[in-house]
């Protein structure tokens, strides 16, 4: 057999290699095939050369198996063989594959490190790549650029300026400090890792500076909410990119610039052919959004149906946001069910939850939460959330037993939002509950929970309950935590209290809201506290600047009104900045009732009824007013106008909660299955607090009738039915706690001293403004309410 001569293995080797290559660069892999098949009848797989050649284009063509296959036929490989077949599994994410192979590398050089810090970059294993690296100087290999700029973007991604700056010595020493993609690597990884300092050193350092350069600095300062700086980068910038015009439209989106980022956009679509990506028409939409510009929203919707461009995902979410922020909720909702999206996030679902919520409607919102998958923590505390704002506190908490159940576990948001629910409805049982499971999770001591939580406590009558978690709060108390607390004091009749609370938050430097306020003058109001009130009501403005609202008036009204100060409180709602509110006409309406003025009372009512023509309080105030000062023609009058005009007068409600079921008294009630127990429970008690020298009040009986008449009416009043039914219900000692829609009246608050007496039992009544705590025949309001 004749051998062939060197020269003929040259000519072909060469020959094929030329081919190999060029069947790369046009990826046409029938004819690599081909070749590899003349190879094989021209005996030329024994090159190292052109197997190498032969693998790189299976490998880079995506016939990965077929070029692992050509390599562990190899009896010689390269260092190249390897990185060849290194590469190739980096690059289609296979990263245990490629970690197996670059393990057993005989001589790993710059190229094999850097593959595999490249794959882990990619791949978004940025602690992997950073420790790669670390391995790869440690294993005296110089990096290339490639291998830095990978490295610096692992560093930024995971906030490591340590190595960040270690590898910032590599650029200095291999003389790469004045490569645009390094410098730049080396610009983002110090601006995410914080070092804002050095970021703009280098930045001004730089020679020669491309885009990504300048939108690296719009970025930093965007981040750091100095959008001035950012716009004065942006206008030196020679040349913009997408990336350019997306860093203003977000980054004033996100600071609450919402006007400029839509003016950045109309300037994008005007001014560049730069066509928007998904990142320019989400942030658009979230500023549509947060403006509520409908009309400019669905011009961008229209352009989005135009272009047919993808509306999947953030800008999917970005629409549906936009239409249920923006007052077209249905819309939103029929895009969801037009295009299915199953990506649906909390921001959008949020979103139209608010939505139905403001129209009242939670039905569809319900059916939107039940289609998620998996609904996150934020979802299901929005849930919660809306069902308390729209006052279905029972669906709220049927919601929050699912999640316990079946769901995430709930966070301080979610269980502040359930403390809320549970102030709503008064149900202390359901409201410690609430705690033990917030002190479970560890968050019965983060601010936003232990403020629902004194709330909840101080609204389901249990003040102490609310005191020992403002003490419990001692380290994390913010301005909220005070003023929950000063609230809870005024609330409960204990004026002088909250006032000291206050003096203590001052002296502690805390700063007070106008909430606070609030407190503070409804504590005097309760305490008749008039001076201290005038000296607080002044220091609002002149030391915390503060402007007085509505409620902040209202509060004086009240306060002069409750001290017998008519004139001046009436004075002081014709002074008042602002229109007067029915709150304000109502305090000083209500104080003419106690103090029988008469003319005043005509003043107040007539003012409140421009106000709110079909105000029931208004008509039944005045002519309690009228009958009180035994005006009783004149009262009639005003019953007569009240029909005439078709207004009713509220029912005066009671109601107690017994074993987690709530039991609703009205006057003279028949209707309760325990009535006759009930009513001769009360008789037996009328019975007995007459003898130990109570006197009804039968003036408070705001009608013409017998004597007789009016005892039974005041015998069998809602509260005093609503706490008959309690000490039959409860055992003895048990706290009764009683709940009223209106004012308590002076026959029942008198009463209810006498019966705490008589039944050794602490009851606490809470009427329209505040709570009254009987206990051994006296009431923390002191009489005063």
Not at 51 to 76: I, Q
Not at 319 to 326: E, N, P
Not at 643 to 649: D, L, N, P, Q, T
Not at 734 to 760: E, G, P, W
């Amino acid at each position: 057999m004749d051998i062939p001569n060197p020269s003929y293995f040259s000519c072909h080797t060469d020959s094929c290699a030329h081919l190999l290559q060029t069947s790369l660069k046009s990826r046409d892999l029938i004819k690599g095939k081909s070749i590899h098949a003349q190879m094989v009848k021209l005996g030329l797989t024994f090159s190292v050369y052109l197997m190498n050649n032969l693998m790189n284009l299976y490998a880079k063509t995506g016939f990965l198996l077929d070029a692992h296959d050509l390599f562990n036929e190899m009896p010689v490989k390269t260092t190249f063989s390897w990185n060849t077949i290194l590469s190739g599994y980096a690059k289609q994410g296979k990263l245990e594959k490629a970690h197996q192979v670059f393990d057993l590398i005989p001589v790993r050089d710059s190229v094999s490190w850097t593959t595999i810090i490249v794959g882990y970059n990619q791949m978004g294993r940025f602690e992997d790549a950073i420790r790669a690296f670390v391995d790869m100087v440690n294993d005296k290999v110089l990096p290339t650029q490639f291998t830095l700029t990978n490295a610096l973007a692992s560093c930024a991604a995971t906030g490591s300026r340590g190595v960040g700056t270690k590898t910032h010595s590599f650029v200095v020493k291999l003389g790469l400090h004045a490569c645009v993609p390094v410098t730049n690597s080396l610009l983002n990884m110090y601006a995410k890792t914080g070092d804002l300092e050095m970021a703009k050193v280098i930045f001004d350092r730089m020679k020669l500076r491309n885009t990504s350069s300048w939108n690296a600095m719009i970025s930093l300062h965007m981040n750091c909410g100095r959008v001035d700086l950012a716009l004065a980068q942006f206008e030196l910038m020679s040349e913009r990119d997408i990336v350019s015009w997306n860093s203003m439209i977000a980054g004033c989106n996100q600071h609450g610039f919402d006007n400029e980022a839509l003016q950045f956009f109309s300037s994008m679509l005007k001014d560049t052919s730069l066509k928007p990506d998904r990142f320019s028409l989400a942030s658009a939409l979230s500023t549509c959004a947060n403006l509520e510009r409908l009309n400019f929203g669905k011009q961008i919707h229209g352009y989005i149906v135009r272009t047919m461009f993808d509306a999947s995902g953030a800008v999917g979410n970005a629409l549906i946001s936009m239409y249920a922020k923006s007052g077209g909720v249905e819309t939103a909702r029929r895009i969801i069910e037009q295009s299915g999206i199953s990506d649906l996030d909390v921001i959008a679902f949020t979103a139209l939850l608010d939505g139905y919520v403001k129209l009242g409607d939670m039905t569809p919102a319900r059916q939107i939460f039940n289609s998620l998958k998996d609904p996150d923590v934020v979802a299901w505390t929005a849930m919660i959330v809306g069902y308390v704002q729209n006052g279905l506190n029972n669906d709220a908490v049927e919601v929050f037993k699912t999640m316990v159940r079946e769901g995430p576990r709930p966070n301080s948001f979610t269980l502040a939002a359930m403390l809320s629910a549970s102030s709503s409805v008064t149900s202390l049982n359901h409201g410690k509950q609430i705690h033990a499971s917030a002190i479970r999770s560890g968050e019965a001591l983060s601010p936003s929970v232990g403020n629902a939580l004194t709330t909840m406590y101080a609204k389901a009558g249990s003040i102490n309950g609310a005191r020992k978690v403002f003490n419990l709060l001692r380290q994390n108390r913010d301005t909220v935590s005070w003023t929950s607390m000063i609230m809870a004091l005024a609330q409960h009749g204990l004026g002088e209290e909250a006032i000291e609370l206050f003096e203590q938050m001052l002296a502690l430097g805390i700063k007070p809201d106008h909430i606070t306020y609030v407190g503070v003058l409804s504590a005097c109001t309760h305490g008749g506290l008039v001076e201290q009130g005038r000296s607080y009501f002044d220091l609002m403005k002149t030391v915390h600047k503060i402007d007085p609202t509505l409620s902040h008036y209202a509060c004086m009204v009240d306060l002069f009104g409750r001290a017998g100060l008519l004139q001046e409180a009436y004075k002081f709602v014709e002074n008042m900045p602002m229109e007067p509110d029915v709150i304000a006409w109502g305090s000083l309406l209500s104080s003419c009732k106690v103090y029988k003025n008469v003319d005043l009372a005509k003043v107040a009512a007539e003012r409140l009824l421009l106000i709110e023509p079909n105000n029931s309080g208004a008509y039944s105030a005045l002519a309690n007013v009228y009958s009180a000062c035994g005006k009783w023609d004149d009262a009639a009058k005003i019953r007569k106008s009240m029909r005439a005009r078709g207004v009713k007068k509220e029912q005066g409600l009671s109601w107690i909660q017994i074993q987690n079921k709530t039991h609703v008294f009205g006057v003279e009630d028949g209707l309760h299955p325990l009535r006759d127990k009930i009513y001769r429970m009360m008789d037996k008690i009328w019975k007995e607090i007459k003898k130990m020298g109570f006197a009804p009040d039968t003036e408070s009986v705001l009608h013409d009738l017998e004597v007789e008449v009016k005892d039974e009416i005041l015998r069998y009043h809602s509260e005093k039915l609503a706490i008959a039914f309690g000490i039959i219900s409860t055992p003895e000692n048990t706290t009764l706690r009683i709940m009223k829609n209106l004012r308590v009246c002076n026959d029942c608050h008198n009463a209810i001293k006498f019966i705490s007496k008589l039944v050794d039992r602490e009851i606490i009544v809470r009427d329209a403004t505040r709570f009254h705590h009987f206990k051994d025949g006296s009431c923390s309001c002191r009489d005063y309410w």
